[in-house]
């Protein structure tokens, strides 16, 4: 794999494919920082940083109880 984007936006690409494709719809979990961790193999850090990312954007929202979830859909 030769992406040149730094792992933290490929993560966030990726989860926001996953969105748009229907993978992921309003109100589900995202993955944690940790799942994000195993599944990238990537560090603490790196997972964070494409979950603040994804909340910035607005693809994502913090949930009481839940934690992070698939923002509703903006028209």
Known sequence: MND???PYLRIV???ERRIADGELRP???I???RAIMRE???AMATATKALAALKQAGAIESAPR???VVAPRRL
Request: glycine share 16%; net charge negative; hydrophobic share 35%.
């Open 40 to 42: 990238w193999g990537v």
């Open 66 to 68: 839940v934690g992070a």
């Open 13 to 15: 690409a990726d989860i």
């Open 27 to 29: 109100g589900d979990p």
């Open 4 to 6: 040149p984007r730094p």
């Open 31 to 33: 993955p944690t920082t």
